[in-house]
């Protein structure tokens, strides 16, 4: 198959998916503002969101889908269905206790991450989040459904499917907020509503899809099918791999925490310019990092289960190029180009010049670490199609630790955006740790041909760099704040002609664009 064209159809819908979200969060704006009622929501989805990213799209998924994709080339689509069976059987179990438990721990729940609230805020966090709970439940089995789909090469429906949760959040944000507020409820309950109808849309979704290939999943309800289910061994193996990716995947969550907590003392606005930066390189490891390793996993995990070596290493080969290939010119644009990024996005109303000035040095924080960032997202799978979730994880744990000593040294030099350039220098040490691993295991033989391609890479970075930075110091993006529309389009010319300098110069430097899109 053509793994850039995936790749590519993943990285569009990822967009379109991040533009949706942009919207959604600019109506939050919009019709609530920044009060007790808006931190409230926050606070609510957050809860959910953590578990999201703790089981559903971490753990889970890191443990399952080289399961899944080891059964079939080994077994065959039979044995892989009873496989799909028995882990939703047990994964439908799990989340009724886990809905159950957090709706009547939503008040502890609601004290641990928003102990400050006000007393009305905070009985509305709780209702929002016994509301919105059961969200967790539907995008646990979006992640199965997902992992399927992904291993059956069928990656829009799960790629596209994002995009419903931020529709339904806006179209209720619309529909409900008024009638709630007339009723004598908060409008912010509109948004809450949207989350839970989001959900269902996407697990929705994602149902045809996996019946088209006949790979619906068959669950149990019975306390005797549960035990069966509990007892085949492919949910034993998955079990016991998510441990350690449970851990790997917590760490990176501990890690925002810490963070989060230091930018809260670095002073007013420290912890939005964070975010804001945040918001921004989330972009390119969207549009890149997930769609290569919602590409690569099911491949490396299919080809290390047929025993060929040679594909997998190529498969590793290719992601690598593709990183390198893509992600440096997003990382010298983060470099080059933060301030006009930063004002174009952001710099109207409250969010003034100075904003504009801290924000982009934490984006600038970013993009020292972005492709390792990104190339993580390749070198992990590497390692999850082995089965093998806890080298990840120990790794993760070092470098968590790494991080926070250099957070000691950059920190008290460049305030918030130090915080930014300690992760992005604790990802390069992952990405390294994890690619010499693989090396280290012969699981990994770098291709003929890596300096000749870096050396093009990088002069085409080099020549894109310069027309940014020229860009960026010659013309005032703060002043050009006065016409919205006019530094909109001067930004979008300015993009089209980077893009344009980077790859004209790597097809005369020889690079042959097209036969990187060949089948690995």
Not at 39 to 54: E, T, W
Not at 169 to 187: F, K, Q
Not at 242 to 263: E, F, H, K, R
Request: charged share 10%; hydrophobic share 55%; with cysteine.
């Amino acid at each position: 198959m053509n793994l850039l064209r995936a790749a590519s159809t993943i990285s569009l819908l990822t967009l379109t998916s991040r533009i949706t979200g942009l919207v959604r969060e600019q109506l939050v704006a919009g019709l609530f503002g920044a009060t007790g009622f808006t931190d409230a929501f926050l606070v609510a989805f957050r809860i959910p969101n953590l578990l999201r990213r703790l089981f559903a799209e971490g753990a889970f998924s890191q443990a399952f889908v080289p399961l899944l994709a080891a059964s079939r080339t080994t077994h065959g689509d039979e044995a892989t269905h009873a496989l799909v069976d028995a882990v939703a059987t047990v994964l439908l179990w799990a989340l009724i206790a886990t809905s159950v438990l957090g709706i009547v721990a939503a008040p502890l729940l609601v004290w641990l991450l928003g102990g400050g609230l006000g007393p009305k805020a905070f009985d509305a966090s709780v209702v929002m989040t016994r509301f919105m709970f059961p969200y967790i439940g539907c995008m646990s089995l979006v992640a199965l459904s997902a992992g399927i789909l992904n291993t059956w090469r069928r990656f829009v429906v799960p790629a596209a499917s994002p995009v419903l949760l931020n529709l339904s959040m806006i179209a209720c944000g619309w529909a409900l907020v008024g009638p709630l507020e007339r009723a004598g409820h908060p409008g912010i309950y509109g948004m809450a509503a949207g989350v839970m109808l989001g959900g269902v849309l996407q697990l929705a979704v994602q149902w045809p899809a996996l019946a088209r290939i006949g790979m619906r999943p068959r669950m149990r309800w019975s306390w005797r099918g549960l035990r069966e289910s509990q007892a085949h061994p492919g949910v034993r193996r998955m079990l016991v791999n998510m441990g350690p990716a449970l851990l790997g995947v917590g760490v990176s969550q501990l890690s925002l925490m810490i963070n989060t907590q230091i930018s809260s003392r670095l002073g007013e606005g420290a912890t939005s310019w964070l975010n804001y930066a945040d918001r921004l390189m989330e972009f390119p490891i969207g549009l890149l990092g997930v769609a290569l390793s919602a590409v690569l996993t099911p491949q490396l995990s299919a080809a290390q289960a047929g025993g060929h070596n040679e594909r997998y290493s190529h498969l590793l080969d290719w992601g690598l190029r593709m990183v390198l290939l893509l992600a440096l010119p997003c990382a010298v644009a983060l470099l080059a180009f933060a301030e006009p990024l930063t004002a174009v996005l952001y710099h109207r109303g409250k969010f003034g010049a100075a904003d504009v000035a801290h924000t982009a040095q934490s984006v600038m924080g970013w993009g020292v670490g972005l492709l390792g960032l990104i190339a993580v997202k390749v070198l992990a799978p590497g390692f999850y199609a082995r089965q093998d979730t806890g080298t990840p994880a120990r790794i993760a744990v070092a470098v968590l630790v790494l991080t926070q000593l250099f957070n000691l040294v950059f920190v008290p030099w460049f305030g918030v955006a130090g915080l930014a350039l300690s992760i992005g220098l604790g990802a390069l040490v992952n990405a390294s740790w994890l690619l010499w691993g693989l090396r280290k295991l012969g699981s990994y033989r770098p291709e003929p041909g890596w300096t000749a391609f870096g050396l093009r890479v990088g002069l085409g970075c080099a020549a894109m760099g310069l027309l940014q930075w020229q860009l960026a110091t010659r013309l005032d993006w703060i002043e050009l704040g006065a016409h919205e529309f006019h530094r909109a389009l001067v930004m979008a010319a300015s993009l089209a002609g980077s893009a344009a300098v980077y790859f004209v110069v790597l097809m005369l430097a020889g690079v042959k664009l097209k036969a990187l899109s060949r089948p690995a």
